[in-house]
């Protein structure tokens, strides 16, 4: 019912908007609310998208909080950014995510391309703004996104089967498996 009043919800706001947006900015914006209202994402794929945006605030943690450069990965930074960026429906930019990684355009860019090399992200230009390029994850990106962090945050999954230590997914601790007392 929820699901069902937010879709409702963001396609008034997209015919009342849509009107007044002249802008490519609002128009994109506009169409990635709702298309993320639109496709439904089950429980488990917001609470993967949840423990995303955590394990996302811890590494920005970690960067102000200990010596720079002692625990930091930009690439997994990026990653994180673009899944949650993806299954929100958004749109991240090149600069946008060299601006998140805290390193050098030229070491973010190098990033970026092993990245792209890898197939996990795929690069193109904005087709309202040709200065600009688009990021975003490719499918194989995703699946593996997908598949860590249900190894991370196993109560992600939609089954209300018992995980196995005699409690249901609602009863399941939540945090990285790691991190959980037994």
Do not use: C, N, Y
Request: aromatic residues 4%; proline residues 3%.
């Amino acid at each position: 019912m929820r699901d069902e009043e937010t879709r409702g919800r963001a396609s008034s706001l997209k015919d009342s908007v849509s009107a007044e947006a002249h802008s490519p900015a609002a128009v994109r914006t506009i169409g990635a609310l709702s298309q993320a209202a639109a496709s439904g994402a089950s429980v488990g794929e917001r609470r993967l998208v949840d423990g995303a945006r955590q394990l996302l605030q811890a590494r920005l943690r970690m960067a102000r909080d200990l010596p720079k450069g002692l625990l930091r990965d930009s690439a997994w930074d990026m990653i994180l950014e673009l899944f949650i960026s993806h299954e929100e429906g958004g749109i991240l930019f090149v600069k946008q995510l060299i601006l998140s990684s805290g390193e050098s355009v030229a070491a973010a860019m190098r990033r970026i391309d092993r990245l792209e090399e890898a197939r996990l992200i795929e690069r193109f230009p904005d087709p309202f703004d040709r200065r600009r390029v688009i990021v975003r994850l490719t499918e194989r990106g995703r699946t593996a996104m997908l598949g860590m962090l249900q190894q991370l945050f196993p109560a992600g999954t939609d089954s209300e089967a018992d995980d196995g230590e005699g409690r249901a997914d609602g009863a399941r601790q939540s945090g990285p498996k790691s991190l959980r007392t037994r």
